[in-house]
């Protein structure tokens, strides 16, 4: 290798952008896990090298951006000490809203701009020119992490840190820096002082973890993706029905092991290096209602709304009426928070609809506990819950996946207006590999979760010969049915 070619891979390069899917990331992680283990037996030495790790993987990811992850660290750490040590009420809840202009002017800017500047434009008949900017990656998940501490702090639930390094090393975490989960301060900080210690649990809980993340995003999402989904979003008049509603269900599959791949990995990382990460997806088609489905999909998201949104709104406090209303709002804001377009709102405002119903279907359901009275009719009405469900999400991910609303509506009056259900066979037959590969990330979707954790005991249970022999022949095989062009991780853009 040339002086010039291993320059260029240390340096950041906006068209090969580090990812765990990438080739240089094993490189990165294993000069990581080398120089992480050098100094496990100090805890000052533990934060200096991951925050270090951390900061040149986000300025390989992104660049100069990395600089924002800095300065919402100063700030941040700053405020919460200031608001820890205040007595006054009104100054400390001015220096919350401080931080809270801070944190969400940085995400409006960078995120929302051009947004409103299309909005005004619309509805004014103005000329405002859009500005030149690119969306920073992970800056969704991080103004959040800074928002919960920052808040929780003024709450007086938790004690801001001493050191600013052990705030950069909290905000800057890699595994979790650009795609979540979204960590709070409360369940990570204490873990810093803890001594590293590797048990046979971590060490085959975070494998199985990084080859199940693996496994979903780079087998089954990156493939369906590239040989059929985008073929039937690009252009869903092409396409009949029949094609347009699984290209649907394939997408269903898709973003859900992109985007819990990548989860999966981040939390068998950190588990590598002595850090506990909640799970972020819990098998969430296995859903028998809307409510259920937003207990098992992107929970760290789901559960920040909930504490930072939806209960200040006043919850379910204020009566049934203000509860549905809450419910609408908390969603319209996590629609938002997906994307600066009406789409994700719309798709934000149609699952906190749907949550507003779903509570009044529960309080008519309980009154009926003859529905549910033998165990067959307990399993049907269980099968029903878990088919609207997920259409219900397939829905929505219409609007979540395509570009305008009219890409939606032409889709959808593909699947009512052009559907020719006769050609399934011919479909299935054109793309083999898609529809086997479909097949089984749902099959592996509904298996029940302690096969998963027999599965994960399995690996903790392997010899270290024997561990390293499984990781080698994963890494070939991965290396060996991987797609020619390595994909973005969907939520990378939010």
């Known amino acids: 290798m040339s002086l010039d070619n291993l320059t260029s891979l240390l340096l950041y390069n906006d068209k090969s952008p580090i990812l765990f899917n990438s080739g240089f990331f094993l490189f990165f992680l294993a000069a990581f896990l080398l120089c992480y283990q050098l100094v496990r037996n100090s805890e000052r ?11 040149y993987f986000f300025y390989l990811a992104c660049g100069s951006y990395v600089m924002l992850v800095i300065i919402a660290a100063i700030v941040d750490f700053y405020l919460s000490n200031r608001i820890h040590r205040e ?3 009104s100054v400390r809840k001015g220096l919350l809203w401080f931080s809270v202009i801070i944190n969400i002017g940085l995400l409006f800017y960078f995120k929302y701009t051009n947004f409103f500047i299309n909005c ?16 920073p990656i992970g800056i969704s998940f991080y103004t959040f992490e800074n928002l919960s501490y920052t808040i929780d702090v003024y709450r007086r639930e938790i004690k801001p840190v001493d050191k600013f390094m052990d705030y950069l090393f909290f905000l800057s975490f890699f595994p979790k820096l650009m795609m979540g989960p979204i960590v709070r301060a409360a369940d990570f900080i204490p873990q810093i002082r803890r001594p590293y210690v590797l048990s046979k649990e971590d060490v085959g809980k975070g494998m199985f973890l990084i080859m199940n993340g693996l496994f ?8 369906i993706y590239q040989h059929f989904v985008q073929y039937i979003f690009d252009d869903p008049a092409r396409h009949t029905g029949i094609e347009c509603l699984l290209g649907v269900y394939g997408y269903a599959m898709v973003i859900y092991c992109d985007f819990s791949g990548y989860s999966d990995m981040a939390i068998g990382i950190a588990r ?32 920040w709304l909930r504490d930072y949104v939806y209960i200040p709104l006043g919850g379910n406090r204020k009566g049934k009426f203000r509860q549905y209303v809450n419910l609408m709002l908390t969603m319209l804001v996590g629609g938002f928070w997906h994307g600066a377009s009406w789409n994700f709102i719309f798709w ?18 309980k009154k009926r506990e003859w529905l549910r009275a033998t165990p067959l009719r307990a399993g049907l009405w ?24 009219a890409g939606a509506w032409e ?38 979760s302690k096969w998963d954790e027999k599965l994960s005991l399995g690996f903790s249970n392997l010899h270290w010969a024997g561990a390293a022999a499984v990781m080698v022949l994963f890494i070939w095989m991965l290396n060996e049915v991987k797609t020619q062009e390595p994909m973005m991780p969907i939520y990378l853009q939010f």
């Not at 809307?290 to 098992?296: A, D, G, L, P, Q």
């Open 216 to 223: 979903k995003k780079v087998v089954i999402s990156d493939f």
């Open 87 to 89: 007595t006054k009420d």
């Open 382 to 405: 269980k099968i029903g819950g878990v088919l609207f469900t997920f259409h219900l999400v397939c829905f929505c991910w219409i609007f979540f996946k395509s570009e305008t609303f």
């Open 348 to 365: 934000g405002g149609v699952h906190g609809g749907a949550l507003a119903v779903d509570k009044l279907w529960a309080g008519w359901q």
């Open 411 to 448: 889709l959808l009056g593909q699947v009512t207006g052009n559907f020719q259900g006769h050609l399934l066979s011919e479909v299935l037959a054109g793309y083999p590999e898609v529809f086997m590969l479909m097949g089984l990330g749902y099959l592996l979707h509904f298996l029940p």
């Open 272 to 303: 590598w290096t002595g850090f506990v990460i909640p799970p972020n997806f819990d098998k969430p088609y296995q859903s028998s209602s809307i409510t259920e489905f937003w207990r098992r999909w992107h929970i760290s998201l789901s559960s």
């Open 45 to 55: 030495g533990r934060v200096a090298v991951f925050s270090f790790f951390s900061l």
């Open 120 to 135: 005004i434009n619309d509805l004014a008949g103005g000329n405002i020119h859009p500005i030149q900017v690119l969306l």
